[in-house]
């Protein structure tokens, strides 16, 4: 049903592919993310919570450096370790702090020299502008929906986005401590679509503000476009929300793989939380940029 449509899709859809380190740790975890550009001028739109991450990236970063720059003055004595159990509180790092977030923006342009962001105030909806580039690297841009009546229950609708990590374009070097990118390795990731129906709209002060979902949007995904039959964007996949069933068991003998066992289970439907594509308009319209409807 979405075969024509992903196409359509495809050429302006790219993703940011990231690598995390943790404190205390030399292990790199890949992760992925969603953006698709809406005009010729390298405009893109993502969630608000994607664009943080990658605004916060660097300050992050400069936080373990200045962290690292007083743990090297530490006597080596028996304080040695209280010491730098304060430094580590007063820093804010644990086990499982993240202490390096590194990015790269596929197939997006060229190059650039800077990149401004606008969060919307209360909608996981933010722009990316690149600039300072010479040449783009997408193809196409979003049209999205002229007419948001269409925007019903029951609806088909697809989305697109990098769910599922297999870069593997990244290192962990032990002389500057650091995680990088090399030139090595595979540096793309393939594409995941989910298509399901509208299950319902979701309102705020008597405004539409979003679109759910019969199926979850998928880590990664956030960012992508939620399309129809014709490639029409409309929305934005956000999160993914937990409804509970009720259909509890607990303690119930079973039959697994031919040996009784007792087991509980509390099932949830995953469903998808998307931008609804007027609070998208109206965002770039108020932002004066330029975008297609049809």
């Avoid at 304080?79 to 804010?92: A, F, I, T, V």
């Avoid at 032990?174 to 030139?183: A, K, N, V």
């Amino acid at each position: 049903m979405f075969v024509e449509a992903i196409e359509r899709v495809d050429p302006f859809v790219r993703p940011i592919l990231s690598i995390v380190r943790r404190y205390g740790s030399s292990e790199i975890i890949p992760a992925c993310s969603t953006m698709f550009f809406v005009n010729e001028q390298a405009c893109a739109i993502t969630c608000k919570h994607v664009a943080e991450q990658l605004v916060n990236s660097d300050s992050i970063h400069q936080n373990y450096m200045r962290f690292q720059g007083e743990r090297r003055s530490i006597p080596r004595d028996k304080n040695q370790p209280k010491r730098l159990e304060e430094l580590e509180k007063r820093y804010g790092l644990r086990q499982e702090s993240i202490i390096r977030i590194r990015n790269q923006f596929v197939n997006s342009v060229d190059q650039f020299t800077e990149i401004t962001y606008h969060f919307h105030p209360t909608q996981d909806l933010a722009v990316v502008q690149f600039k300072g580039y010479n040449q783009l690297k997408y193809n196409s841009c979003a049209v999205f929906l002229r007419d948001s009546s269409k925007v019903r229950q029951g609806r088909s609708l697809c989305r697109l986005g990098y769910p599922f990590p297999e870069f593997t374009n990244y290192r962990f070097n032990p002389d500057l401590d650091d995680i990088e990118w090399t030139t090595e390795g595979r540096s793309n990731t393939p594409r995941f679509p989910i298509d399901g129906i509208i299950t319902r709209l979701r309102g705020e002060n008597g405004e539409v503000i979003g679109i759910e979902m019969s199926t979850p949007g998928l880590r990664g995904q956030s960012g992508g476009p939620l399309f129809d039959t014709s490639g029409i964007i409309y929305g934005m996949q956000s999160s993914t929300r937990h409804l509970h069933l009720g259909f509890d068991i607990e303690d119930r003998e079973v039959i697994v793989n031919g040996r009784q066992t007792r087991v509980s289970n509390y099932p949830f439907l995953n469903v998808g939380q998307c931008v609804h594509v007027d609070i998208i308009k109206k965002f770039l319209r108020d932002l004066n940029i330029k975008f297609y409807e049809g």
